[in-house]
């Protein structure tokens, strides 16, 4: 049973900042991809940031320069410093983790409950 518990949204005005942070836990073998997605009221859910298990992050566009995710494999925990927060980032972020829970088992996506951030204009 693997487990992905993220914490750190809330509410912040424009310009703001907040961390999330976020801890897999179970029976894990490998984690290669960790991440953030966000969805916003009535829209899809989207990328907002990954990193690889060597440290190479990938961000949206939309949040380039604004954004560092960063990530300590020993605690299989990825983290978002979110700055410059703007009233569009308003939304559900989601913890994700591509891994494999065995040798011999293939990779999969999980993801975690969410977390929301709002940011008042």
């Known amino acids: 049973q693997v487990q992905l518990v993220e914490s750190g949204g809330g509410l912040v005005q424009a310009g703001g900042s907040l961390r999330l942070s976020c801890a897999a836990s179970g029976s894990i073998w490998f984690i290669r991809t960790m991440g953030w997605y966000r969805q916003a009221p009535g829209k899809q859910r989207e990328l907002v940031a990954t990193?690889?298990?060597?440290?190479?992050?990938n961000y949206s566009d939309s949040v380039k320069d604004r954004f560092t995710i960063s990530r300590d494999n020993a605690r299989k925990s990825v983290y978002l410093q979110m700055n410059s927060l703007k009233p569009e980032d308003t939304g559900v972020y989601y913890c994700?983790?591509?891994?494999?829970?065995?040798?011999?088992?293939?990779?999969?996506?999980?993801w975690g409950q969410g977390t929301q951030v709002t940011v008042s204009s």
């Open positions: 994700n983790a591509d891994l494999r829970t065995s040798l011999t088992t293939g990779y999969n996506d999980y």
């Open positions: 990193i690889t298990s060597g440290g190479k992050p």
